[in-house]
């Protein structure tokens, strides 16, 4: 059973107290908000606070940590193992050496979400994060220019394939992935338990893990292993239904694909709540209409996720016939009944694709933006840069 707050003994808050204290420590911290100690105590026992104070951050033996814990490894290593479990601790292993260490806040965050699971346990955190996401966890994120997810473009809806490299392309990024896995979508798993928020309408299965991060998900029963046809049928249901596939924020062996929706998703939740000027990291491609061809039908308006794209008055577009190729491949005529042209707010378009990938007459589709960014090279790299504009702003 978790700890209530307001019924918790003196020793129990003071245990709470000093692991969020060493919660801080991390490279991401614990940003503040009044629902950080429900939280904290929600997610943690007090026996497990009490143990994780002063965890390392840091790959650590077993044995080490059974000698820092003064206890045996044959007695400790079941309780890590079960915190592990919970998406609390990593657990690496290089032969028959097993190393443990402790997760940041951010990471906490994601791994309650992947199982989806909707115990008792689960309705009373995810609430409490989901309240956490909306008035603290995101926070940091205002001055950093390297979000943690970046725009992955639907590749089919690129105008000149010329030019694109390997970060920008899915199939290349997938030809690096040896194990594919899926789990739920923890933005959209704790908006969904939350009895305060509407259900999102689109599915929670479809955060996609690679490699590494892959094996542990589906090694601690939180997402399930799938062959990598599979993750393309994800990706193209995903495109379908208007999400924003948003990758790892890094170039080099990326382990994740998100399929955000504007709905819930953090890097959303960051502008709309925290007033931030950015969601995910945009891609190097951006909407370019073919107003001779647009046939008005707002579809594109619609879809997309960043409200870029409305439409305006073009009287001399009213009654235009554009040719299209049907699915028979015979071509069928579409004809321009409104009288108005999509029209780009360029400074909002995030290259996602969405609204091209969906566009009936073909007169959306992405263009290379002028002013090209490349993404930090590793992991490390990406982590290096969060902490530098973060901490000089």
Known sequence: MTADPKTMSEGDRSTYIHFI????????????????????????????????????YAPTALADLAALKKMSSDALRPILDSLTAKGLLNKQRKGDVFR????????????????????????????????????????????????????LPIGVTIQDQRGVVPYEEVGRILDQVEYFTVSHCP?????????????????????LHFDKLGH????????????RQETEAILKQCADLGLIHGIS????????????????CIWFMAMKKYGHDGTLTPSNFRVSVNRSACTGCGLCVKRCPMEALHLEEDLAAKGRETLVPGKDGKQRTLINQTGKI????????????????????????????????????????????????????
């Open 249 to 264: 924020n890094y170039q080099e062996k990326p382990d994740t694909i998100c399929n955000c929706s504007s709905d819930c």
């Open 216 to 227: 542990y998900i589906v090694e601690n029963g939180m997402g399930r292993e799938i062959t």
């Open 100 to 151: 443990y260490n402790l997760h940041d806040i951010f990471t906490i965050y994601r791994g309650f979400g992947w199982p989806g699971k909707t115990d008792d346990y689960s309705k009373t955190v995810g609430p409490l994060q989901h309240r956490y996401i909306m008035e603290g966890l995101m926070s940091p994120w205002r001055n950093a220019k390297e979000k943690g997810l970046r725009v």
């Open 187 to 207: 933005c959209r798993h704790a908006n969904n338990l939350n009895p305060d928020a509407p259900d999102s309408p689109f599915p929670t299965d479809v955060c």
């Open 342 to 393: 999509s029209q780009l707010a360029p400074e909002r378009c995030i290259g996602c694709g969405v609204c091209a990938y969906k566009c009936p007459s073909g007169a959306i589709t992405l263009e290379r933006n002028p002013v090209e960014h490349a993404p930090p090279q590793t992991g490390r790299d990406w982590i290096m840069q969060f902490l530098t504009d973060t901490r000089t702003a």
């Open 21 to 56: 204290d060493w919660l801080k420590q991390s490279w991401y911290g614990v940003p503040d908000a009044d629902v950080v100690f429900p939280y904290i105590a929600a997610r943690y026992t007090p026996e497990e606070a009490l143990l994780l104070t002063g965890f390392p």
